[in-house]
C-alpha cells in the first residue's frame, strides 16, 4: 500500500516539475519575441 501512494506523490512531483518548466519556457519565449517586435 505504501509503495502506490509513494509512487502517486512522486508522480505529482515530476508532473509539477514539468509544468512549471514549461510555464518558464514559454515565459522565456514570449519575453525574446516580444523583444524582437518592439526593438528592445
Known amino acids: 500500500m505504501h509503495d502506490f501512494i509513494d509512487a502517486a506523490r512522486r508522480n ?3 508532473t ?3 509544468i ?3 510555464i518558464q ?3 522565456e519565449l ?3 519575441n516580444l523583444a524582437g ?3 528592445i
Open 12 to 14: 505529482t512531483k515530476s
Open 16 to 18: 509539477r516539475q514539468s
Open 20 to 22: 512549471l518548466a514549461q
Open 25 to 27: 519556457r514559454h515565459k
Open 30 to 32: 514570449l519575453k525574446e
Open 37 to 39: 517586435m518592439y526593438g
